[in-house]
């Protein structure tokens, strides 16, 4: 409760009261909401106290203004202490059989509900992990059958350039500058289309977190690290054949 009083049997007439959101409050327009009557059809209910907003929809939504009426219903609510659900739930089902009995008795927790509404979502970041995994693994790959080939038919002028005192890092660097300079670029052109593909997914939700610079430049330089592993493992490979093995026939 952030104002006023909740329901209670200590007072008369509960179902002529009302309990309004935050939101509701700022949607009427109220100043001084405790006390009012408002008009619900042909009914008069009296403001009685205000809750803090929460939500009690999906995360793609915001918060509405809502109101609480005391009424009969069918469904019951109860909180319950962690740790104390099984030992509950098993009194409150005695309780229900009592003054229930041959009906059957069903419950459900509300975290679940909740989380029944971002099961897509789930299903998403579990299917983006593994397509993820699966596309490093086949650019690795790509990258790593590329630079054996490139090395290999490279061979000869690796040979000639040690010969006349080209060191290793030297041909790792002349092996490597070609496909760093392809990685550079798909990272440049990759970075706007995930920020807009991120932004316009978050869109879709009232409340979402704020997409900061630093995410893409470590996504990038993480790919851009891989992609150079990759190769440079080639290249130092290739860097430290024995030239005489690559001119013995020339």
């Not at 009261?17 to 509701?24: G, M």
């Not at 609510?77 to 739930?89: C, F, S």
């Not at 593909?197 to 630093?214: C, G, Q, R, S």
Request: hydrophobic letters at 45%; proline letters at 3%; one cysteine or more.
């Amino acid at each position: 409760m952030k104002e006023g009083r909740s329901f209670s049997g200590n007072f008369a007439e509960e179902t002529s009261k009302v309990i309004l959101n935050e939101a509701a409050v700022e949607s009427m327009g109220l100043s001084d909401p405790l006390g009012t009557t408002l008009k619900y059809g042909s009914r008069e209910l009296q403001v009685i106290g205000i809750v803090k907003n929460f939500h009690f929809e999906s995360l793609y939504k915001p918060i509405i203004p809502s109101f609480m009426i005391l009424n009969e219903g069918d469904n019951i609510v109860a909180k319950i202490k962690a740790g104390m659900e099984r030992e509950t739930i098993d009194q409150i089902h005695k309780l229900y059989t009592k003054y229930n009995p041959g009906l059957p008795f069903g419950y459900k927790f509300l975290d679940q509900t909740y989380q029944a509404f971002y099961a897509s979502e789930q299903r998403i970041a579990k299917l983006s992990r593994y397509f993820a995994g699966i596309a490093i693994i086949i650019s690795c790959l790509g990258l790593f059958g590329l630079a054996a080939f490139t090395a290999e038919r490279r061979q000869k002028e690796i040979g000639i350039r040690k010969v006349f005192g080209a060191n290793v890092l030297g041909i790792v660097y002349l092996l490597s500058s070609e496909f760093t300079k392809i990685v550079l670029i798909s990272i440049v052109i990759s970075l706007p289309v995930s920020y807009i593909m991120t932004k316009d997914w978050l869109d879709t939700f009232a409340f979402k977190i704020e997409l900061e610079w630093w995410y893409f430049i470590s996504a990038g330089l993480i790919a851009f690290f891989i992609a150079w592993l990759t190769v440079g493992t080639q290249a130092f490979k290739a860097a430290r054949i024995n030239p005489t093995k690559c001119l013995r026939y020339e």
